[in-house]
């Protein structure tokens, strides 16, 4: 059975076509700057790959310009043959803590949820209700990035505030990036050949965030209410006191706006030293840059705080595994996250490290208690997983 994962975003839509039988991916693509001049489609197969560059005017005529790319590439004859659709949906808030068959009623839960993920819900939706527009024979399934973190306890996704901004405005803890922590929890599971095991999970990318996994279950995350909450990342500061924004905002008059893009737009790594990809920030740090490897250090240090903090609450860890584009490609960022953990029974094995990480790679030392995995996140594929075990299929 055939199924198209589709990860619908406000101006971009990245596509992923599985064969499920063998689990292997047949084609991948993307439409790019969806509403600008500069817009374009791409379609990549085997070594092959296809573009079209043209004025891409909304989702509608993206996804139809998708399905011309998998009917010309030779990959299906028409969108009737998918056996489903899978859907990345950002935000599932309390209601939606699995993946479910997506019909009219879904599709007004979804929408009931856009306040809590203003920039990603809807861009969601629009991908949603145009397949089904356009397929609407082919089941469609949606996969929620909060969905993996349903099971963390109310003591540790409730804020200490009001009760009832809870009640009435649904403010808590939901976390996000769920589906890579449940596909890295998944292959370290497969490789311990332990059901239930207990991990940190660290997703380290531009966004980035850790889970605390206990009997194979989630019960902590990093990121919040919103993503911006937890780890320092290339954009987003992560956490810091909520009385910085009063005493910004009365000190030099920021409004909400400014303090919404001081916070997500223009802090992390870049707020610090002025770049927010790793790959410069390591080489800046490299040639003597020291707010370059002040960010580094600030970087590496708040996982470390984490980790001990998680530990503490998960108890006799079985393993910690790194993900996302600097997870699992910066051999120095693990060695500094890793660095004096022995006394957690954490120890890397430094050449091992240096290892290109296809698939699982094992880096921690003979002496480790706790095993250092490094796995490369296929969100697209947890995706496509999730969406046929729904279908039981
Ligand atoms: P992601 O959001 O998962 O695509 O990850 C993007 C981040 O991964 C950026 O900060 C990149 O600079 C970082 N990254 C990718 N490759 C490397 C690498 N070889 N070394 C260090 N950082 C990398």
Request: glycine content about 8%; some cysteine.
């Amino acid at each position: 059975m055939k199924i198209l994962v589709l990860n619908s975003g406000s101006s971009s839509i990245k596509f992923q076509l599985f064969e499920m039988n063998e689990k292997i991916s047949l084609a991948c693509g993307i439409i790019e700057q969806i509403g600008e001049q500069e817009s374009y489609a791409k379609i990549e197969f085997g070594d092959k790959k296809i573009e079209k560059k043209e004025v891409i005017s909304n989702h509608k005529y993206g996804l139809k310009l998708m399905s011309i790319l998998l009917i010309e590439s030779f990959i299906i004859k028409n969108l009737d043959e998918l056996g489903a659709i899978g859907h990345r949906v950002v935000h599932g808030g309390e209601k939606f803590s699995k993946p479910v068959l997506i019909n009219g009623e879904v599709i007004e839960e979804i929408e009931k949820l856009i306040p809590l993920a203003p920039l990603h819900n809807p861009a969601n939706l629009d991908g949603i209700k145009v397949t089904m527009e356009q397929s609407p024979n082919v089941p469609q399934v949606a996969v929620f990035d909060t969905a993996f973190h349903a099971t963390i306890p109310s003591y540790a996704y409730m804020y200490a505030l009001p009760y009832d901004t809870y009640v009435h405005d649904g403010v808590r803890r939901y976390g996000f990036h769920g589906t890579s922590h449940h596909f890295v929890l998944k292959e370290a599971s497969k490789y311990l050949v332990k059901e239930k095991i207990n991990a940190i999970t660290l997703h380290l990318g531009n966004g980035a965030s850790m889970a605390a996994i206990k009997d194979g279950k989630c019960i902590d995350t990093t990121m919040g209410l919103t993503p911006l909450e937890g780890l320092i990342m290339g954009t987003r500061s992560g956490d810091l006191d909520p009385a910085i924004l009063f005493y910004l905002a009365r000190k030099n008059g920021f409004n909400i706006d400014d303090l919404d893009k001081l916070l997500n737009k223009n802090s992390g790594l870049k707020g610090i030293c002025g770049n927010n990809d790793m790959r410069e920030v390591e080489k800046m740090a490299k040639k003597g840059d020291a707010k370059a490897q002040l960010a580094l250090n600030m970087f590496s240090y708040r996982i470390k705080k984490y980790i001990g903090s998680y530990n503490a609450v998960i108890g006799k860890l079985d393993c910690i595994v790194f993900t996302g584009g600097i997870g699992e490609n910066d051999i120095d960022t693990r060695v500094r996250c890793c660095e004096d953990l022995e006394h957690l029974g954490i120890e890397l094995d430094l050449i091992k490290n240096n290892q290109r990480a296809k698939e699982i790679i094992d880096i921690s030392s003979k002496k480790s208690k706790v095993k250092v995995f490094v796995i490369p996140t296929n969100e697209e594929l947890e995706i496509a997983e999730q969406t046929n075990s729904l279908l039981g299929t």
